[in-house]
């Protein structure tokens, strides 16, 4: 029986670089975005998502430009919260079949909306990063190459960091000192997995 481990927190705190960190130190790291968009692959998920945010979501081709979808579901809490009802269970499903087929015995979800989905009832513990909201905001920038205010609207549509807190007492701020952010993961981990005797 694998142990899973769920990491969350916003949108441009830094889940990647602890993903990746984890992965080093044996995990197999299983990204829920990556899942999410396989997951829109699925025709019945398609469908759903043009019936809530209509067809203008599709190219010519019938397939989902994620921009716009983008653009229509992060313009509220109440459209973000819309769209991962529609697409959860389907990311879920994926999720679970691939921890079936794993061997690992350690496993890490990255996964932005852990809580939301539900899917922490299967983690052992979660670990929840967070990071200054300006610092956020250059980051998912640079790393989407979208404008600022489309980044901010992507913040607004958010959690709170107070959320996070109030669900896992582990919590990590990546606000650029990476060593010092590897140095607090690695002994989280190492208090949750000993406790866990993993």
Same mark, same amino acid.
């Given at each position: 029986m694998s142990y899973?481990?769920?990491?969350?927190?916003p949108t441009g705190a830094g889940k990647s670089v602890?993903?990746?960190?984890?992965?080093?130190?044996?995990?197999?790291?299983i990204d829920c975005d990556k899942t999410a968009r396989k997951a829109v692959e699925n025709k019945? /998920?398609?469908?759903? #998502?043009?019936?809530?945010?209509? *067809?203008? %979501?599709?190219? &010519?081709k019938g397939r989902l430009i994620r921009a716009k979808l983008?653009?229509?579901?992060?313009?509220?809490?109440?459209?973000?919260e819309l769209l991962n009802r529609v697409?959860?269970?389907?990311?879920?499903?994926?999720?679970?079949?691939?921890?079936?087929?794993?061997?690992?015995?350690?496993?890490?979800?990255?996964?932005?909306?852990?809580?939301e989905s539900g899917i922490d009832s299967? /983690?052992?513990?979660? #670990?929840?990063?967070?990071?200054? *909201?300006? %610092?956020?905001? &250059?980051?998912?920038?640079?790393?989407d190459k979208i404008e600022r205010n489309s980044a901010q609207l992507r913040i607004g549509a958010g959690k709170t960091d107070?959320?996070?807190?109030?669900?896992?007492p582990y919590i990590l701020y990546?606000?650029?000192?990476?060593?010092k952010l590897y140095d607090e993961f690695i002994s989280i981990l190492n208090t949750i997995l000993e406790v866990k005797h993993v």
């Amino acid at each position: 029986m694998s142990y899973i481990l769920g990491l969350t927190g916003p949108t441009g705190a830094g889940k990647s670089v602890l993903s990746k960190k984890a992965r080093e130190m044996g995990f197999y790291v299983i990204d829920c975005d990556k899942t999410a968009r396989k997951a829109v692959e699925n025709k019945e /998920c398609l469908e759903a #998502l043009v019936l809530n945010f209509g *067809k203008s %979501i599709l190219d &010519e081709k019938g397939r989902l430009i994620r921009a716009k979808l983008a653009e229509k579901a992060f313009t509220s809490p109440d459209k973000t919260e819309l769209l991962n009802r529609v697409i959860f269970p389907f990311i879920t499903e994926l999720i679970l079949d691939e921890i079936r087929t794993s061997d690992k015995e350690k496993i890490l979800l990255d996964a932005p909306t852990l809580y939301e989905s539900g899917i922490d009832s299967i /983690c052992g513990a979660v #670990l929840a990063v967070l990071a200054d *909201k300006n %610092i956020r905001l &250059e980051r998912i920038v640079e790393r989407d190459k979208i404008e600022r205010n489309s980044a901010q609207l992507r913040i607004g549509a958010g959690k709170t960091d107070q959320y996070y807190k109030e669900r896992t007492p582990y919590i990590l701020y990546n606000n650029g000192d990476k060593q010092k952010l590897y140095d607090e993961f690695i002994s989280i981990l190492n208090t949750i997995l000993e406790v866990k005797h993993v």
